[in-house]
Every structure is written in C-alpha cells, then in structure tokens.
Antibody, heavy 119, light 110 residues
Framework: EIQLLESGGGLVQPGGSLRLSCAAS????????MSWVRQAPGKGLEWVST????????YYADSVRGRFTISRDNSKNTLYLQVSSLRAEDTAVYYC????????????WGQGTLVTVSS | QAGLTQPPSVSKGLRQTATLTCTGN????????AAWLQQHQGHPPKLLSY???NRPSGISERFFASRSGNTASLTITGLQPEDEADYYC???????????FGGGTKLTVL
C-alpha cells in the first residue's frame, strides 16, 4: 500500500517559518507529480502547491506565492514545503498528495500535519 | 483564484440516488474534466473518480462521474449510511496554471 507520511507541523508565531516534509514509500516517487493541499479547521480543501515529477516545474496558489516553496528530493523519496511569513489564516492541516497521472486527480493522501499560527 | 462551484449540502434517503454537481468554466472542468473526492470527518480525502468516469481500484460502481460542458456530476446510487461525507471536485485550470477545488458538498443520508 502506498504511504505518505507528513511531518514538521506545529505551533508557530505569526511571521515565523517551518519546513514540512512528506516521506513517500511503495511507489516510484520520481515518476509522479506531488502536491500540498491544506484544510483550515471546519473548512474545505485548498490547493497550495504542485511540483512536477522531476522538480523542474512548480505551481502555487496566489495566497501562498512568494511565501511558500515546494521542492522534492527524488533520491530520498521526500517532498517538502518551506512555509515562511506565516499568517493566522495559514492555520490548517497540510496534506501531501500524490498525482495520479494528472495534476488535479490526487489519488493518495497522507494523514496530514497541523500547522497552527498563533502568538 | 476562483474555485469550482458546488452546492453546500444535499440530503437524500437511504437507498435513493444523489447527484452532486460541480460547475467551472472552459479553462478547467470544460477543458480536462474533473476529479471527485470523498472525505469523512477526521480523515484525509479519497479519490473516487478522474478524467470522466475512471475509478481507482476498490471504488464502488455505485459512484458514477460524468460531465456536460463546464459542469461535472457525481451520481451515487443506492445510498448507504457510509456515503454520508463531504464531496469535493477538483480540476486543473489551464489559464491559472493551478489546481482548483470546489467548496465541497455535505451529503446527508436520511
């Protein structure tokens, strides 16, 4: 069974930074695009960012562009999201998700890591 | 970034049929179609369908996806208590170079 395990979330003050990681296993990581999707408490899903299989193309939601950076290390089967200049509205569960051959059909999801931005 | 439009809630009786809709435009749903996801409270989403009516292995045939123009639909037949969940659609928007989600529909099985 494909596994995605996020880590790196926690409580951070406004303006602070974190690096989220997603360890992938049981599939050929380097052949699939990967995404981060977040969900604020009691709210719907919000796409954050996508990186192509090789890492050469990245895409961001307007709400995070310039503050968040997505990257991947295919030698370590790991996806990253560097989150900076955090705001209260960034508080959410951040999910790592695998692209199922397209950028928008995310076929496997991790359990998520909670990021809380508060003073 | 504008998202896709879904009705906030739908209620149907046990063993009935529910049809959920997702409206976008020619840059997203009308271009490459939509995917549908199911999310139970406290759990990550699960992919139900993509690129028309392609279902991942293990997804029941009771879930049928279709598209007409810029609107995608998910029809769930023979509703069961476990179908009660939030349903989201997603698509790639070629003009935004972004994934867009719908706001989600809460399905209640009476």
């Amino acid at each position: 069974e494909i596994q995605l395990l996020e880590s790196g979330g926690g409580l951070v003050q406004p303006g602070g930074s974190l690096r989220l990681s997603c360890a992938a296993s049981r599939f050929i990581f380097s052949t699939y695009a990967m995404s981060w999707v977040r969900q604020a408490p009691g709210k719907g899903l919000e796409w954050v960012s996508t990186v192509s299989s090789s890492g050469d193309r990245t895409y961001y939601a307007d709400s995070v562009r310039g503050r968040f950076t997505i990257s991947r290390d295919n030698s370590k089967n790991t996806l990253y999201l560097q989150v900076s200049s955090l705001r209260a509205e960034d508080t959410a569960v951040y999910y790592c998700a695998k692209g199922g051959g397209t950028y928008y059909a995310l076929d496997y999801w991790g359990q998520g890591t909670l990021v809380t931005v508060s003073s | 970034q504008a998202g896709l439009t879904q009705p906030p809630s739908v209620s149907k009786g046990l063993r009935q049929t529910a049809t959920l809709t997702c409206t976008g435009n020619s840059n997203n749903v009308g271009n490459q179609g939509a995917a549908w996801l199911q999310q139970h409270q406290g759990h990550p989403p699960k992919l139900l369908s993509y690129r028309g009516n392609n279902r991942p292995s293990g997804i029941s045939e009771r879930f049928f996806a279709s598209r007409s123009g810029n609107t995608a639909s998910l029809t769930i037949t023979g509703l069961q208590p476990e179908d009660e969940a939030d349903y989201y659609c997603s698509a790639w928007d070629s003009s935004l170079s972004a994934v867009v989600f719908g706001g989600g529909t809460k399905l209640t099985v009476l």
